[in-house]
């Protein structure tokens, strides 16, 4: 069974900057789409940085400019870079994966992290 784990969350001042990390690992699979979400207290979970197998990216007005997504395929990971950071930038950030697997990589998947938590405080 494939799981993606994350890590790098923590407690940071605000203008600090933090490192995000997501290794996709398990069964075999050929990956997709690689993102990051984030939920706040109260709200919904939200999209904040996708990268997909082309390399191209995409990003949430209120984190372009200060975030950075990338990955690498031969570590199935995928990392978001957070500078300049905001307390409004306090969640739970997730990592989303997808792809396709099987014996003829034929078989849709996708797969969440558990989240890290990040905290900017003021």
């Known amino acids: 069974q494939a799981q993606v784990v994350e890590s790098g969350g923590g407690l940071v001042q605000a203008g600090g900057s933090l490192r995000l990390s997501c290794a996709a690992s398990?069964?075999?699979?050929?990956?997709?789409?690689m993102a990051w979400y984030r939920q706040a207290p109260g709200k919904e979970r939200d999209l904040v940085a996708i990268?997909?197998?082309?390399?191209?990216?995409n990003y949430a007005d209120s984190v372009k400019g200060r975030f950075t997504i990338s990955r690498d395929n031969t570590e199935k990971t995928v990392y978001l870079q957070m500078n300049s950071l905001r307390p409004e930038d306090t969640a739970v950030y997730y990592c989303?994966?997808?792809?396709?697997?099987?014996?003829?990589?034929?078989?849709?998947?996708?797969?969440w992290g558990q989240g890290t938590l990040v905290t900017v405080s003021s």
């Open positions: 990268i997909r197998s082309d390399g191209t990216t």
């Open positions: 989303y994966v997808n792809g396709y697997g099987g014996d003829w990589f034929d078989r849709y998947v996708e797969f």
């Open positions: 398990g069964s075999r699979f050929s990956i997709t789409t």
